[in-house]
């Protein structure tokens, strides 16, 4: 019946009715996702009589009534076919401001114009087949790029920007061919750092260091939103980037590794918010080749190492760390490196095998980053040491018995996940520079079984990477512990079918053999 009503009005009115019209029907299904088959034809004409109106000279105000119906109107699929034509789109594009010939955004009464005309297009663009394959004949990138350009610097217009960024997002999502565009034509990549950059208001003290201000205001929720759409568009360009082939290259892939620690070490309008930010910037810092992340740490300004500096000694006993310093303003220093990013990033860590679920997705992107970051940075590996095995004083508990990141971690290294399992256990043997006697110190020969056994390393020894020497690191407690601990004892059934060593089971066996050809 709403459809029958807002049709009869658009077929026949004037532009006033059919903005009321249009606004009723938009308040009455802001939040439909289901709609009835019964009226599907309905829809079907009403997007339409639609886009007939939006092609005349109506105000504006009724062109944001237009397309907010049509927005809802195609989260429904099934009537995308007969309205999802060039000229249709070639409409949306024009609205948008995504013609070449549109030079500017001045016109602030437009801005609504446009950021309704982005939405169309990404519910449009995402639920049809026909849609995907136009955007690229009409190069819809490269005009979503354009659009960039124009309001990269300008933070009045994060709407435009955000649903920009969300439609090249899905573009480069749905079609491969576009990443590479992206990548190399249209230089997504230094534009795209630069649409986070803008987001967060970096102000540059070095190359690759930005002044991070701590007591500084949160993002606002649109300047977040713009940057987490930034930041999984950024995903989708680089996810094949394993390897850095110029200095072009890797100069932009550092730049970009540092606007992501400069990421995390702010903080959204939420904790939710927070949470999703760093949650995609470490998803992308996994596309970053290993030997650009160097620049997740850095040395000290000549005002940090100036400012008097309190050791962990007189934190709780849980938090120490050997060599490691807490300046003031509570920067998190080793071996007089700033650890900040890494410091969040093995926060994130914890928080997320606290919440004891999704570990795959949720868990597995930050671990396999701290694991490469270990094994490629001697510094990240040997301030991770500290903060995930200090030096073991509890030597009467089982390692995975406790509530610290080592008992979290080992406790994981049994997951029923293979995946998981694999890259807990990975990043603990890292950690332990692949030596098989220091891991089976902090895990347990038990827990470490399953990783010993996939690299043919259960008679001891090292894996096949090198790492420095560092000093002895045995505390008193266990050195007084360790000879007193049971090696792991090859089994064997006695011929009463109880269980004893297996050099003793062999020799009762043999007992019993010669005595049985004594007998014949």
């Known amino acids: 019946?709403?459809?029958?009503?807002?049709?009869?009005?658009v077929r026949a009115g004037e532009a006033g009715a059919i903005e009321r019209v249009l606004r009723d029907y938009s308040d009455k299904h802001r939040a439909t996702f289901k709609f009835e088959t019964t009226d599907?034809?309905?829809?079907?004409?009403?997007?339409?009589?639609?886009?007939?109106?939006?092609?005349?000279?109506?105000?504006t105000t009724c062109q944001v009534s237009c397309l907010e119906v049509l927005r809802i109107l195609s989260r429904d699929k099934k009537i995308l076919v007969p309205v999802t034509t060039k000229e249709n789109m070639q409409i949306l594009l024009r609205l948008a401001k995504l013609n070449e010939s549109d030079d500017s955004l001045?016109?602030?009464?437009?801005?609504p114009v446009i950021v309704e005309s982005l939405k169309c297009l990404c519910n449009i663009v995402f639920n049809s087949q026909m849609a995907q394959q136009l955007s690229l004949e009409l190069n819809l990138a490269a005009k979503l790029c354009n659009l960039l350009k124009k309001c990269k610097d300008r933070k009045f217009i994060n709407d435009i920007k955000c649903f920009d960024l969300r439609l090249l997002f899905l573009l480069s999502l749905l079609h491969t061919d576009i990443r590479s565009q992206l990548r190399y034509e249209l230089q997504g990549l230094p534009l795209l750092t630069q649409i986070l950059e803008s987001a967060f208001s970096i102000k540059w003290t070095d190359e690759y260091e930005s002044a991070i201000d701590h007591n500084g205001p949160p993002l606002s929720p649109q300047e977040t939103d713009c940057a987490i759409e930034?930041?999984?568009?950024?995903?989708?360009?680089?996810?094949?980037?394993?390897?850095?082939h110029k200095e072009s290259d890797s100069h932009q892939f550092r730049v970009m590794a540092a606007v992501l620690r400069h990421c995390l070490l702010i903080?959204?309008?939420?904790?939710?918010?927070?949470?999703?930010?760093?949650?995609?910037?470490v998803n992308l810092l996994s596309n970053v080749p290993v030997s650009c992340l160097d620049v997740l740490i850095c040395p000290l300004t000549h005002e940090?190492?100036?400012?008097?500096?309190?050791?962990?000694?007189?934190?709780?006993?849980?938090?120490?760390?050997?060599?490691?310093?807490?300046?003031?303003?509570?920067?998190?220093?080793?071996?007089?490196?700033?650890?900040?990013?890494?410091?969040?990033?093995?926060?994130?860590?914890?928080?997320?095998?606290?919440?004891?679920?999704?570990y795959r997705e949720g868990l597995t992107p930050v671990l396999s980053l701290l694991t490469e970051c270990s094994r490629a940075h001697r510094n990240i590996r040997k301030f991770l040491k500290d903060q995930?095995?200090?030096?073991?004083?509890?030597?009467?508990?089982?390692?995975?018995?406790?509530?610290?990141?080592?008992?979290?971690?080992?406790r994981l290294m049994t997951h029923v996940d293979l995946g998981v399992k694999q890259i807990a256990a990975e990043f603990l043997f890292v950690l332990c520079k692949e030596r098989v006697d220091s891991l089976l110190k902090y895990t347990g020969y038990g827990n470490a079984a399953g990783l010993l056994a996939a690299r043919g390393l259960l008679a001891g020894g090292r894996g096949d990477n090198w790492y420095s020497e560092d000093e002895d690191t045995d505390?008193?407690?266990?050195?007084?512990?360790?000879?007193?601990?049971?090696?792991?004892?090859?089994?064997?059934?006695?011929?009463d079918g109880t269980i004893t060593p297996l050099e003793e089971a062999l020799n009762q066996y043999s007992v019993i053999e010669e005595t049985s050809s004594d007998t014949d």
């Open 1 to 9: 019946m709403d459809e029958e009503r807002a049709l009869y009005i």
């Open 40 to 59: 599907e034809e309905k829809r079907k004409k009403l997007c339409e009589g639609i886009f007939k109106v939006l092609v005349k000279d109506v105000p």
């Open 106 to 111: 001045e016109k602030v009464s437009e801005f």
């Open 230 to 244: 930034a930041l999984k568009a950024l995903f989708n360009v680089t996810v094949d980037s394993w390897k850095v």
């Open 267 to 281: 903080v959204g309008p939420t904790e939710d918010k927070t949470e999703e930010l760093h949650s995609n910037a």
């Open 304 to 358: 940090e190492t100036a400012q008097e500096a309190t050791t962990l000694d007189e934190l709780p006993s849980e938090k120490t760390a050997a060599k490691e310093t807490v300046l003031k303003n509570n920067t998190m220093v080793y071996n007089g490196m700033n650890m900040e990013a890494i410091h969040v990033l093995l926060n994130f860590m914890e928080k997320r095998i606290d919440k004891g679920s999704s």
């Open 388 to 410: 995930v095995l200090p030096p073991l004083r509890d030597v009467t508990n089982r390692p995975e018995v406790g509530s610290t990141v080592r008992n979290k971690l080992v």
């Open 475 to 495: 505390t008193e407690e266990y050195k007084n512990a360790k000879p007193k601990e049971e090696l792991l004892k090859p089994m064997g059934l006695k011929p």
